[in-house]
């Protein structure tokens, strides 16, 4: 499992350098989604191309060896409502986790450090809410 890892974490390195080598943009997935929206889609097609990868990767990856199937214990509207903050707060950070722990650490920005921090956090906190008051 730790050799996965190293690999996954190495490969994301290398797409996140080619990006920023070649495109002179930083990989933020919530940037690129909220991007594509915004322009015409022939300054679009690499943000397409990049979020169809993200949705058809799983499958390929199925193909060769099945994904452990996982269960969502929880309640539709709170998975919901979880997934709309998320996007809310990733617009609100100017970012998401791939932009600022991935690109922005490694960068050495100061903001980047703050907003992954303060991601790492609020998800602690909220999975200690979620397990121990609320269940």
Partial sequence: ??????IGG???????????LFNGKVLGVS????????????QNYWRLFFII??????????TFKPIPLTEM????????AGGLLVGFGSRL?????SGH????????SLRSLIATMTFILFGFMTV???????I
């Fill in 53 to 62: 990868g993200l949705l058809i990767s799983p499958i390929i990856c199925n």
């Fill in 73 to 80: 214990t929880s309640n539709n509207l709170l998975i919901i």
């Fill in 10 to 20: 190495g490969l994301i390195g290398i797409a996140v350098s080619i990006l920023l």
């Fill in 128 to 134: 200690y809410v979620m397990q121990k008051m609320l």
């Fill in 31 to 42: 940037g690129i989604l909220g991007e594509l929206f915004n322009h015409r889609l022939s």
């Fill in 101 to 108: 722990g991935v690109c922005g650490i490694a960068r050495f």
């Fill in 1 to 6: 499992m730790i050799i996965q890892s190293v």
């Fill in 93 to 97: 950070g100017s970012g998401c986790t």
